[in-house]
């Protein structure tokens, strides 16, 4: 069994930023990948970032030069610091671990950006 849980969010002014942790427990030795996907009400979930046991990171395009995410390895947690927000990242975003092909997925955390 493997459970995914995120905290931080909530509200923020354009050019802001916010902190999101991840924490992922179970059974498994390690997770391949962890990441984050975001979704706003009527569209799918989208890639934002993830990041490799081994420190290798991907962004979406929309969030390069400004979001950064970092793992801790020995803890199976992954953090999304959002820097230079936009009224545009506003949305839920949920963390995931990849184990074995298989993607956890947390419950989501809302990001809202106010002008």
């Avoid at 969010?9 to 924490?23: D, F, K």
């Avoid at 992922?24 to 934002?48: C, H, L, N, Y």
């Avoid at 949920?94 to 184990?99: G, I, K, Q, R, S």
């Amino acid at each position: 069994q493997v459970q995914v849980v995120e905290s931080g969010g909530g509200l923020m002014q354009s050019g802001g930023s916010l902190r999101l942790s991840c924490a992922a427990s179970g059974s498994i030795f390690s997770f391949t990948f962890m990441g984050w996907s975001r979704q706003t009400p009527g569209k799918e979930r989208d890639f934002v970032a993830r990041i490799s046991s081994g420190g290798s990171a991907n962004y979406a395009d929309s969030v390069k030069g400004r979001f950064t995410i970092s793992r801790d390895n020995a803890r199976n947690t992954v953090t999304l610091q959002m820097n230079s927000l936009k009224i545009e990242d506003t949305a839920v975003y949920y963390c995931y671990a990849l184990v074995q092909g298989v993607n956890y997925w947390g419950q989501g955390t809302q990001v809202t950006v106010s002008s």
